[in-house]
């Protein structure tokens, strides 16, 4: 939960805005290969702006390359990815979400016009809270060091592809025979290594398709070079004692991604990246308290009352993301016979959006649990139609 005097929306840190002179940008008819030599890591993304001067959108061309296997060729325009809204008033941990579920790690800020007005990214925003020594602190609570995942120095580049796919991880790290941290190897130094045929090789399609941005026989060649020839040995590396706050500010004030902690004989047993520090201010979101009413006519017991209020409370929340309500009602009848038997129950769900509109599901069903379940796909299909419109 974020404090009423922290540092809460990117406002509070518009210094740490990128100037649009400074924002790497292309033109839609611009290729892949461009693109992703106007990056630094794989999680840089590049803005693109029409004849016009309109933003299209972001392109990763690290993710359309390599995850989606595009030909370097291909012209950016047919990769564009939808940028999140991110304004002054966005909060902080609604930016580090937005970054870690796009991938892209650097994103617009718009004017309430429509307008891009510069650009954040996530370790402007880290440096941003740093200043702050509560906001920092209070920032960095759920900051954990992942496991590294490593590798002997003497693999080979594809046993680094492998690896990196396997693990779904951007760096691995070499150690040698007695475990100790020797280098360092990202996504991104491989990604360079295979983006291209060398200078005068023309580029060929494999025999399967014209989507393959493979390169004849001197791909093989480059799979089975050594992993150490294109890692790096120039790593920033911190001992696990070091405090947090300190382990932190050190990868901040470095031109570094990510932190190595290493134990007393220099074996690497955890990583702190950007993407860790994102984690941890996600997590910040604030927690909503919908209130959740039910109407329980049928004269219910309570633990079925119980059940009803805790399936709501959690389809509430997770409604909230995509349409802020006010609260949830639902009012249950049961039907019986002459005897007094029950015959059906009736339902009727009410959602009240914080924007005063309301979606309402109504059902019949012998049972009490189809019966809730009907009604609550009711209503998730009338929100998927209203943004849909």
Known sequence: MIKENMLQTLSDIQSALIPQEKISRCAPDDTLDAAFGKTRSSHDAVFVWGSDKNFLGLASASYALFRKHYPFGTKVRSCLIHSPRVTLSTPLWEIAECMVSTGCYTLPVFHSSGSVIGAISAKNI?????????????????????????????????????????????????????????????????????????????????????????????????????????????????????PLAEQVRTLLSSGKTSIVVVDGKDRPVGIISMRTLLQSLA??????????????????????????????????????????????????????????????????????????????????????????QEVILEVKQQEAKKHHS
């Open 126 to 242: 880290w440096q941003g809270l740093a200043k702050d020594p509560g906001s920092f602190l209070d920032s960095i609570r759920n900051v954990k060091a992942t496991k590294p995942v490593s590798a002997p120095m003497n693999c080979s580049v594809k046993d680094i592809l492998e690896l990196l796919r396997q693990e779904k991880t951007s760096r691995i790290v070499l150690v040698n025979e007695a475990g100790k941290l020797e280098a360092i190897i990202a996504r991104r130094d491989v990604q360079q290594l295979m983006i291209k045929p060398a200078k005068r090789q023309s580029a060929m399609p494999s025999p399967g398709g014209a989507r393959a941005n493979a390169f004849g026989t001197e791909t093989k060649s480059r799979l089975d070079t050594s992993a150490k020839t294109y890692a790096k040995r120039n790593i920033l590396v911190v001992p696990e004692h070091t």
């Open 283 to 372: 997590l910040a979101k604030p927690e909503v308290e919908i209130p959740v009413i039910v109407r329980n006519d049928a004269k219910l017991p309570s633990a079925d009352i119980d059940y009803i209020t805790s399936l709501l409370a959690t389809f509430a929340k997770k409604l909230y993301k995509h349409s802020p309500l006010q609260r949830v009602e639902v009012s249950i009848k049961e039907s019986k016979n002459p005897a007094g038997r029950p015959i059906v129950f009736e339902l009727v769900l009410q959602v009240l959006l914080a924007s005063g509109a309301r979606f309402v599901a109504k059902t019949q069903n012998y049972k009490l649990k189809p019966a809730l």
